[in-house]
Nanobody, 115 residues
Framework: QVQLVESGGGLVQPGGSLRLSCAVSGFTFSSYWMFWVRQAPGKGLEWVSSIHPRGTTYYADSVKGRFTIAGDNAKNTMYLQMNSLKPEDTAVYYC?????????WGQGTQVTVSS
């Protein structure tokens, strides 16, 4: 059974850092594209970052230079290190993948950036 479970969200002041985790089960995450997507209050889904099975990473312009996506094959876990956080980063963050044409999502983790 495919499962994705995010954790690591919370309340942080502007300029602070958080590291989100996405623990996966039911498949080997390093064999598939993996994504971080977020949804700010009252807005639609926004792609944040991706990691290719070979390790190439991609970022939205809004987070480039501040966020880093990475994976730990031994733990079957993906991470999103978020530095220099801004109020506009406030959102629910989801990890996501597509396996054999089906999309799988975690339950999301809330990130709130506020003083």
């Amino acid at each position: 059974q495919v499962q994705l479970v995010e954790s690591g969200g919370g309340l942080v002041q502007p300029g602070g850092s958080l590291r989100l985790s996405c623990a996966v089960s039911g498949f080997t995450f390093s064999s598939y594209w993996m994504f971080w997507v977020r949804q700010a209050p009252g807005k639609g889904l926004e792609w944040v970052s991706s990691i290719h099975p070979r390790g190439t990473t991609y970022y939205a312009d809004s987070v480039k230079g501040r966020f880093t996506i990475a994976g730990d094959n031994a733990k079957n876990t993906m991470y999103l290190q978020m530095n220099s956080l801004k109020p506009e980063d406030t959102a629910v963050y989801y990890c996501n993948t597509v396996l054999l044409g089906a999309a799988y999502w975690g339950q999301g983790t809330q990130v709130t950036v506020s003083s």
